[in-house]
């Protein structure tokens, strides 16, 4: 029973990070997307979306968090969209794999880190939502 839990929970959070990608990178049409963060700090914070691979049903997008602020860490997460199943899956977080969840527990890894850096992405996307996103481009073009 507790896997199954675990399961479900797991595939809802993949299920909203998908739906949030889609609105965020317009449904998938380009290979990069920059955007700057906006929040009520001077100082700025990008999110760079970048497809590292696209076949008919499948992406793999590489998405960064840069920060001018030393209080926040960047960070870099490799996300598997399955397009037919309508779900985005964090594979790699600071270039390390998370452990399955079907899998026993390894020493150094916590029980629950794969559903972890889900939830790392939801409260990133979730951020990005709240405080808004602007294209790169369009503010570099209305600078210059």
């Known amino acids: 029973m507790y896997k199954i839990l675990k399961t479900k929970n797991h595939l809802t959070t993949c299920s909203a990070n998908y739906s949030r990608l889609r609105k ?3 449904s998938f049409k380009h ?3 920059v955007f700057e963060i906006l929040n009520h700090a001077k100082k700025k914070s990008t999110a760079e979306f970048i497809v590292i691979s696209r076949t008919k049903h499948t992406l793999s997008i590489e998405a ?3 920060n001018n602020d030393l209080t926040l860490v960047n960070f870099l997460l ?4 399955y397009i037919d199943a309508k779900l985005a899956e964090v594979i790699s977080y600071q270039q390390e794999k998370p452990v399955p969840f079907f899998s026993p527990p390894q020493f150094s890894h916590s029980q629950d880190e794969k559903y972890q850096q889900n939830r790392i992405l939801t409260e990133w996307l979730e951020n990005i ?3 808004g996103a602007v294209e790169f481009k369009k503010i570099n073009f209305l600078n210059g």
Do not use: E, G, H, P
């Open 24 to 26: 965020i990178l317009c």
């Open 31 to 33: 290979d990069v997307y």
């Open 64 to 66: 960064k968090f840069k």
């Open 78 to 81: 490799r996300i598997n969209i």
């Open 129 to 131: 939502f709240t405080n």
